[in-house]
């Protein structure tokens, strides 16, 4: 049988791939090959830490790869089953590359491969990806399949670090000290059911918090039974939605497959805007690094360009500086690290913290929310409403047979009503508004990989933002 052509599924910053027609153990002894010598071997790390996901695939992909690494006289380091931000936690402490065993959302045949170097730096296709799909390529087409290898070769020892990396949340946000909180966590059957007990509850030893906790899908099955653990898709959330509602609980969090994501529903059951999210976080990440001494003028925060307007305006209310940057995660590390900022936020749920090497964990934005929500008596809808200062669209997607004409459209279209413009992401259009005409803003941007165009409207009202996207969705779309 032919080898897999790996362009087919090496993506831009992860593997994402059909098993075993694409992903397998051949193709994983490849990538973790190529992985020991091109991005391990210039840093003379002397191993690797692995972990994975609860897909039934994902153990043995993962010693696999294991075996690749030590072929080339590397150790391998085997966590087990972990979250994706568990297996930055091990790369992080540990100071090793890493390899995360998990598709994330993706439904059951699908496996895949996030990679980082020491202290979780990302990995991407301009950031070795593409020299590690070169080689593995290489390797897999010219049947190499055991070597050649050192005449030493790396040993596998395992650890088990998940009491370490609950240890290390704790400390980031004290959750002791607040009124007592009923949580429903929907895990989706993902690794949410493993990471929760040890980090909100009692299952690693760590003292109790005051959170009764509601579990839905805690079971490990990569098989998904109940529902895709895409916690983006509205119909993933119903369960949690209802079950909220019927425990009359404070909060409800929703994790995806590897658990780096998390959504939040309020105590009426509905959806806090990841946008609200990332100001509320925003603003204690600023608080306690002005408590300890920084100027608030010397605090950075990220954000990207689909962030709701109200991110920026809260972050600059707190003193501090916000950076704008383009949507993806290699692009928010990219600028955190530059920016030495203590937090970044996506629309897309993902969480990044300086103090979690500037890797997302989406655990530790619920915890921030639990903190917060827990230090006053109000209900969760009136915490965030400070937080949600707009009406938004949310994603709409559009196929186009021609996006740069579409777009071109667009600008003409948002030029004779008064907008200002950018491109740092796509095209941006921003209208300031008057006393008679509301504020509002869109940004439009393709896709990499399939022919749509990507629409994202905020405005001061609901009225304004429904007539924004209407106008435009019709103009995309051919429709006048």
Known sequence: ??????????????????????????????????????????????????????????PELSRAFAAGVTAHGLDATLIGLCSTDGLYYASGALDLPGAMFTASHNPAQYNGIKLCRSGARPVGQDTGLADVSALAQHLLDSGVSAGPAETTQGQVVERDLLGDYAAFLRGL????????????????????????PAVLGTGTGLPELPLEIVPLYFELDGTFPNHEANPLEPENLRDLQAA?????????????????????????????????????????EVAKQVAAGTPAADVAVVYNVISSAAVPEIIAEQGARGVRTRVG?????????????????????????????????????????????????????????????????????STVTDAPAATATVRRWAAERGAEFDELDGLTATYA???????????????????????????????????????VLALVRGER
């Open 244 to 284: 909220v509602i019927k425990h009359g609980a404070d909060i409800g969090l929703a994790f995806d497959g590897d658990a780096d994501r998390c959504f939040v529903i309020d105590e009426r059951g509905e959806p806090v805007s990841p946008s609200a999210v990332t100001a509320l976080v925003a603003t204690r």
């Open 329 to 397: 995660h290699s692009f928010i590390k990219a600028e955190m690290a530059r920016e030495d900022a203590v937090f970044g936020g996506e629309h897309s749920a993902h969480y990044y913290f300086r103090d979690f090497w500037f890797a997302d964990t989406g655990m530790l934005a619920a915890m921030h929310v639990l903190a917060a929500l827990g230090e006053q008596d109000e209900p969760l809808s009136s915490l965030t409403a400070a937080y949600s200062r707009y009406a938004a669209s949310g994603e709409i997607n």
């Open 173 to 196: 946000v004290d959750l002791s000290g607040g009124r007592r909180l009923k949580v429903v966590v929907d895990a989706g059957n993902g690794m949410g059911g493993h990471t929760v």
């Open 433 to 471: 508004g008057t006393d008679d005409a509301p504020m509002w803003w869109l940004n439009l941007r393709a896709s990499n990989t399939e022919p749509l165009l990507r629409l994202n409207v905020e405005a001061a009202d609901q009225d304004t933002m429904t007539q924004v996207r209407d106008d």
């Open 1 to 58: 049988m032919p080898s897999p052509l790996l362009s087919d599924f090496v993506k831009a910053y992860d593997v994402r791939g059909l098993v075993p027609e694409q992903l397998n153990v051949d193709v994983a002894w490849a990538l973790g090959a190529a992985f020991a010598q091109t991005v391990v071997g210039p840093e003379s790390a002397p191993g690797v830490v692995i972990g994975h996901d609860m897909r039934p695939s994902s």
